[in-house]
């Protein structure tokens, strides 16, 4: 591989859509280890990115590589590690952590002080053949397909995340609202019902309602004009313990605000651009309101075994590596279920 070049999927500056270059195969210096790609998960984020430039994360002024969904196989070692095995399955962490400020040692490490960066997202993703990483950014995936597994690192983790956060404010027999089930929301649906003993109500387009329903919803209403009075009506009048809201636009705040109970929590994960309405009584008194940000280290290799365990499904749609500028189309035009996963396909995939 001695200079070779492979192709690549990046950001070219700031305010540019992405497009397709040519950049040189990375080496992997200490501490760092190169991945063969086998699959990347592409994200609603990746359009938000591509249609509004980086707004989420700290933006370095220099073209980068978009995929923080990314799983592979190690390719070569880097000097000085020595605990990663060349041909071991790896899922990526996409965010980089420092590892030593307070909330990194409280394994609060998404909210990393001092983050050295995002892969895909400030920093070379996964959508081109090869990827370079920190070793303390892997997670063995052990025998998982890297398809179901590739998921895992963003729609997965921060669904599982986003879940662990609410839990807290969910009562015996609660309701819980997940708005959006596309990517993330039909992870948290699962997950939900795994870890709780919540009725599950999903809010989504008609169109996405029987999806939301095979993935645990007990009930599913359409995104409407209508839909705080029939979440108030399944609740006997009390409204939902919690929400998650995977869209985050005005609307689905509002809806949101209108349905939930007091004590309740608001958790906005999705990066719609929305502004949540706040004054006294509205939202309820006592309700408490967060935007999670993906997961912990610890969530994404508790979510891993739980994969490995088979105690959820993973709906993807792939697509060969080459073929990624209709996958981003069919995820902007609501046509996938689940997660859109592109597929490289040996040693030089689509070179
Ligand atoms: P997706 O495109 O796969 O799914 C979005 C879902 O929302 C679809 O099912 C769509 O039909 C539904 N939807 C659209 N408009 C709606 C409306 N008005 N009411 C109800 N449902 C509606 O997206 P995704 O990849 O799952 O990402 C979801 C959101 O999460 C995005 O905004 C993304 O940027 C964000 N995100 C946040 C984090 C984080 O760490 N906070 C991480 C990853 C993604
Ligand atoms: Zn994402």
Known sequence: MADETMPAYRIPSIHSSAQWSRVPVPK???GEVLI?????????TDLEIMDKGAQFVPHKDRPYTLGHENVGYVAALGPGVTDAVVGEAVAVNSGMTCGTCEYCLAGQDNYCEN????????????????????????????????????????AGGT????????????????????????????????????????TVIAVDLADKLSHASGRGAHHTVTSDASAAATIKEL???HGVDAIIDFVGIDATLRLATDVVRPTGCINLVGTGGGTLPFRFQNPPLGVHVVATASYSMRELQDLVRLAQRGLF????????FQDLEQAYRDLRDGRI??????TFDGDRPGW
Do not use: E, K, W
Request: proline share 7%.
């Open 28 to 30: 992997p210096s200490s």
């Open 36 to 44: 063969r790609m086998a699959a990347a998960g592409l994200c609603h």
């Open 115 to 154: 983050p050295p960066g995002f892969y895909g997202l400030s920093d070379d993703g996964g959508l081109a053949p090869y990827l370079l990483a920190r070793r303390r950014d892997l997670v063995s995936i052990g025998d998982l397909d890297p398809i179901q597994a590739a998921p895992l690192a963003d």
């Open 159 to 198: 669904a599982y995340g986003a879940v662990n956060a609410v839990l807290p404010y969910i009562r015996p027999n609660g309701f819980v609202v997940v708005i959006g089930i596309g990517g993330l929301g039909s992870f948290a649906l699962q997950l939900l019902r795994l870890n709780t003993s919540a």
């Open 235 to 237: 609740t006997g009048g």
């Open 313 to 320: 499904t993973i709906d993807v749609t792939t697509y060969a």
């Open 337 to 342: 279920v689940g997660r859109a996963v592109v």
